[in-house]
């Protein structure tokens, strides 16, 4: 603690006038058993807390900084927006040239509209696709986090085509009623759910790579029967790439995947490190949406300039050639180093990545849905967490979680990742894990 002597004295204050001392659940902290880092500032892969201790950050503000912290392009172009006026409440150009990025990265988006988080994106998306359908059930799937959305807190029951009921208090159980929870990667559950309620079913709603149990990929041919499927039926398929979007490739998940949805919900790296979200669609779908359509959405910081920004400056760059392949090849890079730790410490550990995206689950196979990463050992990821932490390397404080690779890391900064990962399986070995 001595370490880290100011975190502990600013967590103490925080506590005092925040609910846990964070304004997020997760930064707590307390999954892997130790106080939040309070961040005095950040530069390209590195961060730095308030006693002055530097950490290679994995976490990158949990996915949207792709380009690393306070990329000088970024920075310069938030300055310059911020010297003409932080917020109009009045359309500007940036809002324009940055839906004309938008429209020409994403395959599947022909109009967009931008929002101030990922959570205002996946509401708006839901309440769209109720407005085009006319019918009101919604099927997502267990492990998928969307958001604080009332009617996407639910957890998962049991059977074919459980209705949810709610995991969070302050969330109605009617609220919920309309909501179908199913195992991720399990298309015959959903195909049952869809023979028994498909012409009631509004919308299937899912992360194309999960994303929020620690990282998951789709199984062969998950992601093109559900589009088949709704096709079938007449529901409309949202892909929340608030995490993937432009994370993989330009284009998202669904550029990866070949698979492509109704709506798209998109947040972090649009925002080039500020808030911001957007929900994207057809001409047609998009029609419904007010002032145009009857589909009522609105917010009075949608589209503020600095965000706006960050953002298209930020998707500038990604066009770069060479940027995702460089990108890739470090994530590998850093994916076969853990292994061959690992495997060199005895430590039973599986790395799961997709693109620049991963996670390191302590279990001895590959998880396919969220009953399978729940099996996982949170105790032993802790231990690894703290020590990792020790040695300046700062992940996700949660088993669930991903970790990001920047273009900004280094293949010195892997490697020495690489080598903080001996000693923390070392720890984890010590423990009895």
Not at 231 to 259: C, N, P, S
């Amino acid at each position: 603690m001595s370490l880290r002597k100011l975190s502990y004295e600013y967590y103490e204050r925080a506590k005092r006038v925040l609910p846990g001392g964070v304004n997020s659940p997760v930064r707590s902290a307390r999954a892997v058993g130790t106080h939040p880092l309070f961040i005095r500032e950040a530069k390209g892969a590195w961060i730095w807390d308030e006693d002055g201790n530097r950490y290679i950050d994995y976490v990158c503000s949990w996915g949207p900084l792709i380009l690393g912290h306070s990329h000088p392009k970024v920075v310069e172009a938030i300055k310059e927006a911020a010297e003409r006026g932080t917020s109009y409440g009045i359309p500007c150009k940036l809002e324009v040239e940055m839906a004309e990025q938008v429209v020409k990265m994403v395959p599947s988006i022909e109009v967009v509209r931008f929002v101030n988080s990922g959570t205002e994106a996946v509401m708006s998306a839901i309440r769209l696709a109720r407005a085009v359908t006319g019918r009101k059930k919604i099927i997502k799937f267990d492990g998928c986090y969307h958001g604080h959305v009332d009617a996407l807190l639910v957890k998962a029951g049991s059977g074919v085509a459980t209705f949810g009921m709610p995991a969070s208090a302050g969330v109605p159980e009617e609220v919920v009623a309309q909501t179908i929870v199913l195992p991720y990667n399990d298309l015959e559950a959903v195909r049952s759910a869809m023979e028994l309620h498909g012409k009631e079913i509004a919308a299937i709603i899912v992360e194309p790579v999960a994303g929020n149990m620690g990282v998951v990929p789709p199984v062969d041919g998950f992601l093109r029967g559900l589009r088949e499927l709704c096709e079938a039926q007449g529901a409309l398929l949202i892909f929340d790439e608030v995490i993937t979007g432009f994370r993989l490739t330009q284009g998202g998940a669904q550029q990866y995947y070949g698979v492509y949805p109704d709506i798209t919900c998109l947040g972090k790296i649009i925002g080039g490190g500020l808030p911001v979200g957007a929900y994207g669609a057809s001409v047609e779908i998009m029609a419904h949406v007010a002032p145009d359509g009857q589909m009522y959405q609105a917010g009075t910081l949608s589209g503020n300039p600095l965000a706006m920004a960050a953002g298209l400056t930020t998707l500038r760059i990604l066009e770069v050639e060479g940027i995702y392949e460089e990108l890739n090849e470090k994530a590998a890079y850093l994916e076969r180093g853990l292994k061959e730790v690992a495997e060199n410490r005895g430590v039973t550990i599986t790395v799961q990545r997709v693109g620049s995206m991963g996670c390191g689950f302590f279990t001895d196979r590959s998880v396919k849905n969220f009953d399978e990463v729940k099996t996982c050992n949170t105790e032993a990821y802790g231990v690894f967490f703290r020590a990792m932490l020790d040695k300046g390397v700062y992940l996700a404080p949660s088993q669930f979680e991903a970790f990001f690779v920047s273009y900004a890391h280094t293949m010195e900064d892997l490697d020495k990742t690489i080598e903080a990962a001996h000693y923390a399986l070392k720890k984890v070995l010590e423990s009895g894990y």
